[in-house]
């Protein structure tokens, strides 16, 4: 081969490697997803939300398979609280869901202690920066939020998809209409663009119409 030819080489190689560096780049970011509302063990949910399932434990699959086919191990997922109705099946449900979990307390949350060890941190509200984006989780809508002139996106639950659900809805247009910044999005895993299942960012922002 000659000098020419091994240069050449040489330059393909050192090529080939920044592309591959490059996709290991996009490789490596985690997705973040988010759900709430889950009510795990919470018979009278199904009427209240007319959740498409046979009974609890119906529902309690059907949520487990949807996490462990769209969460990895290494992906972390927020819950906005209501996560169980009882502890006993929560702990199992929690065994069995992949990622690093999160807790944001909702009113129907009374986590035990050794619950509260299945989780990375259990807490009422935070604050988290999910790619560029800066988001404030809370288990309960907010009307004005931090940063939100920032560019900051809220996201709750709470409210499942009921008449105070649309009265937040309303005050958001509001907001809107009045030129005033209102990127907030309800991730109650029973809405049309939830569909029991975590979803990142992107999924809600692109779906919740």
């Not at 996490?67 to 990895?72: A, L």
């Not at 907010?142 to 996201?155: E, K």
């Not at 958001?172 to 895993?189: H, R």
Request: charged residues 20%.
């Amino acid at each position: 081969m000659s000098q020419n030819e091994n240069e050449i080489l040489l330059i393909l190689v050192k090529i080939n490697a920044i592309i591959f560096h490059k996709s290991k780049i996009g490789e490596d970011k985690m997705p973040i997803f988010y759900i709430s509302d889950m009510h795990i063990g919470h018979q009278n949910v199904l009427r209240h939300d007319n959740r498409p399932f046979t009974d609890i434990n119906h529902m309690q699959a059907v949520m487990t398979a949807n996490w462990n086919s769209t969460v990895s191990d290494s992906d972390e997922v927020y819950i906005l609280g209501d996560f169980a109705w009882k502890n006993a099946q929560g702990l199992e449900m929690l065994s069995q869901l992949r990622g690093k979990k999160y807790l944001i307390l909702g009113n129907h949350d009374n986590p035990t202690e050794e619950m509260k060890a299945c989780f990375q941190w259990v807490k009422d509200y935070a604050v988290i920066q999910d790619d560029e984006t800066q988001v404030v989780l809370s288990h309960y809508p907010i009307a004005h939020w931090y940063n939100q002139y920032r560019g900051a996106v809220h996201l709750y639950g709470h409210v499942h998809n009921t008449k105070d659900y649309q009265a937040f809805l309303q005050y958001a247009q509001i907001c809107k209409n009045l030129a005033i910044p209102f990127e907030s999005y309800n991730v109650g895993c029973m809405l049309y663009y939830m569909d029991y299942t975590p979803r990142t960012l992107d999924e809600i922002r692109r779906s919740a119409k």
